[in-house]
């Protein structure tokens, strides 16, 4: 199994201020034949379901803002939040989809 | 716009079977993979399994030996069966599907709902 860490566990951020979040793969999520990273990032506000952000390590789910980005490739993953909201408050997760079984990683609680 | 509804009770006793059903609206069940992830209260989220529309599934290795995914095309509805549960099984179950044709990520997920094993 790829087991998923991320860093840190939480953040406390200013409004405006840049946020990022580490995650590490155990082994690569690179696949070579495509040279795509199989790596999702999620957010997860209280009582409700988690949402897709980002996909392929860096491209944005339609909708979101581009205040979200992310980067990384192989094992090391960032996601950035370039200029923090009220509203991004919350648990964001990565998610490999390289293979089964999927793994997430224990998230990183974003707070102000 | 994809809206998908889990649905079950919300109470299992240990060793009985947690069965759960997903109702997709808004759009066919057909062609995409449907997922069941779960989150115990406070913890992180742990993929359960997978179903193709044509029936074929794919489940976590660390619950194959008791899970069921199945799907209901006419219905637009795909099922979770979960037997021999522990306190351990207690969690929010999500259904969810997989982006484009792709087994996840997840693009669209229902709201959750919440099952407690206990007697």
């Known amino acids: 199994d790829i087991v998923m860490t991320q860093s840190p566990d939480s953040l406390a951020v200013s409004l405006g201020e840049r946020a990022t979040i580490n995650c590490k793969s155990s082994?690569?999520?690179?696949?070579?034949?495509?040279?795509?990273?199989?790596l999702a990032w999620y957010q997860q506000k209280p009582r409700q379901p988690p949402k897709l952000l980002i996909f392929w390590a860096s491209t944005r789910e339609s909708g979101v803002p581009d205040r979200f980005s992310g980067s990384g490739s192989g094992t090391d993953f960032t996601l950035t939040i370039s200029s923090l909201q009220a509203e991004d408050v919350a648990v964001y997760y990565c998610q490999q989809y390289y293979s089964v079984p999927f793994n997430f990683g224990p998230g990183t609680k974003v707070e102000i | 716009q994809v809206q998908l509804q889990e649905s079950g009770p919300g109470l299992v006793k240990p060793s009985e079977t947690l069965s759960l059903t997903c109702t997709v609206s808004?759009?066919?069940?057909?062609?995409?993979?449907w997922s069941w992830i779960r989150q115990p209260p406070g913890k992180e989220l742990e993929w359960v399994g997978y179903v193709f529309y044509t029936g074929n599934t794919n489940y976590n290795p660390s619950l194959k030996s008791r899970v069921s995914i199945s799907v209901d095309t006419p219905k637009n509805q795909f099922s979770l069966n979960l037997n021999s549960v522990t306190a351990a099984d207690t969690a929010i179950y999500y259904c969810?599907?997989?982006?484009?044709?792709?087994?996840?990520?997840?693009?669209?997920w229902g709201q959750g709902t919440l099952v407690t094993v206990s007697s």
């Open positions: 808004g759009g066919s069940i057909g062609s995409h993979y």
């Open positions: 082994q690569s999520v690179l696949y070579s034949s495509n040279n795509m990273n199989y």
């Open positions: 969810a599907r997989g982006l484009g044709d792709r087994t996840t990520p997840f693009d669209h």
